[in-house]
């Protein structure tokens, strides 16, 4: 094999890290960092996506919202959130937590878990691109601190649609991409055989993400990875996720704003 | 068979002796004859399949407020017949009528609580009086809640029981829809919670105005909830309509309301919520009194 390829091979094994599926999901988290999670439901125009879910959350002596991608475990959890892609109402009920959660004044952690939207007809007639888009806008205005992390997959524009903030946080064997190595290689080469060089082209681990300067910080995984042992990964995502909040809740709002208007405007300037 | 007109249920309260006195109730869900005591302790809820029954204001925020806490506002406000209403009777008539059966002088009841230690504004309709329909002196109690809850920074909690508009007061009727949820949007930019509990039913002008712009929206099992009535649709589009259309459950799954709540559950839910959305929530060390809870558990549902 040569260098190249022992290299892509090893890439590889970080997205079948990022996706195996003893992998804690959002719920995991969920449940070992907060207590008193109330889920809230609904996009009030037209159904519940039950591929993000969110709600406020008591986390170190304050209420959070939590906004999240969950993937399911069983088959017919699975079937149930579908597969963790979300369609236009999953992204409008992440709206509607954003706007309460400037309202009260709860920072938002986003849980970053999906391999994109949902790519369906329904999901394209109820305008899944004007859904996404908007939460863009809403993120960057949002007039309270916003610390996102990517627990597994982060699936292109799906994913950015709840991962816009001040801070990125990525799990050690976590992946975040333009688009999944499968797709680019059918888009670039129309050979989704190629998934494994368009992986390592694509430059989609947490340490290229931090070499990049997109990341802010690489949260540590248990040995192997965090399927094998969920406290120590939860203990560590909850360690940096109460440090980074920490840091921003010293900012006044508007202060806040600007700096994370200046962080995206920064990104490829030149 | 046997069976009262309205599905009221009498609940030990302030104002015990207010709701309809019957000795022996059927169930309109599963047409089973329940015993009123054991009825009431199941806090109007069938012990044998989980009809929740209606049940009026002074019970409702008996069931949910810490015992003797509840102070009520604006008793002495009714409805006024501005336009000289008349149909089968006239509107004077129809308030006389409501007044003496509910011995409320509206269809709404509000004023300050504690729930779980938190102190609220509570704001409960009556669909005893009139159908819960919101009139100008209706819409004008609901206001003077919402104000209150935002003068006061207290969370508020309105529960909706409504058949929508009242058609007596035309027009101010109406205008309560723009004059509730234009005190609300003060609410919301002042950053106070607001908890819609909705019960059956909730329809009409209540569910397009306040009812619906809540930050959390709960609602009970099986209460038929909506803005046109099923029978209206059917008779201008000659829809067939969906099993379940316009119950909770239906508007869950369409995205419209948070959670349904089992009755017994509510205190516990809204006390959750509480928690979570003031700011002092977390180092509230209360112990639910949970009279609604206990009362549920002491009627533990058994199958004949």
Known sequence: MTENGSLAAATWEQVELARHPDRPYALDYIHALFSNFFELHGDRLYGDDHAIIGGPAAFDQRTVMVIAQQKGRTTAERAMRNFGMANPEGYRKAL??????????????????????????????????????????????????????????????????????????????????????????????????????????????????????????????????????????????????????????????????????????????? | MFRPKTRYVALPSPRAGVGEEVDRLTCPKCDTSLEPARLNAALGVCYRCG?????????????????????????AITAKDVLGFKDSQPYTKRIE???????????????????????????????????????????????????????????????????????QEGMLSLMQMAKTAAALGRLGAAGIPYISLLTDPTMGGVTASFASLADVILAEPGAMIGFAGARVIQQATYETLPEGFQTAEFLWQHGMIDLVVPRPELPAVIRQLLDLYTRDGFHSDFELKGQARAAAQAAAPTRP
């Open chain 1, 96 to 270: 509607r937590l954003i706007r309460q959660a400037e309202r009260f004044q709860f920072p938002i952690i986003a849980f970053v878990d999906t391999s994109g939207a949902f790519p369906g007809a329904g999901a394209e007639e109820r305008g899944i691109a004007w859904a996404i888009a908007e939460n863009l806008v809403a993120l960057a205005r949002a007039r309270v601190p916003i610390v996102t992390l990517v627990l597994g997959e982060g699936g292109s524009g799906g994913a950015l649609g709840i991962g816009v903030g001040d801070r990125l946080l990525m799990m050690e064997h976590s992946i975040y991409s333009v688009a999944m190595p499968e797709a680019c290689a059918s888009i670039l080469w129309r050979d989704i055989a190629r998934k494994v060089e368009a992986a390592d082209a694509l430059k989609l681990t947490a340490a290229d993400l931090k070499r990049l300067g997109l990341a802010d910080e690489i949260v540590p995984e248990p040995a192997g990875g965090a399927q094998n042992d969920y406290g120590v990964a939860a203990d560590a995502a909850g360690a940096a996720l109460k440090r980074h909040l920490g840091e921003l809740e010293t900012l006044d709002a508007d202060r806040l704003v600007e700096q994370r208007y200046q962080r995206y405007r920064s990104i490829g300037a030149s």
């Open chain 2, 51 to 75: 009809y929740h029954f209606r049940l009026r204001a002074p019970e409702r925020i008996a069931m949910l407020v810490e015992p003797g806490s509840f102070k009520e506002e604006d008793e």
């Open chain 2, 97 to 167: 009528q409501s007044r003496a059966s509910t011995g409320a002088n509206e269809a709404v009841t509000w004023g300050e609580a504690t729930l779980a230690g938190h102190p609220i504004v509570i704001v409960c309709l009556d669909f005893a009086f009139m159908g819960g329909s919101m009139g100008a002196a209706t819409g004008e109690k609901i206001t003077n809640g919402i104000e209150r809850a935002e003068q006061s920074r207290r969370p508020l909690l309105i529960i909706s029981a409504s058949g929508g508009a009242r058609m």
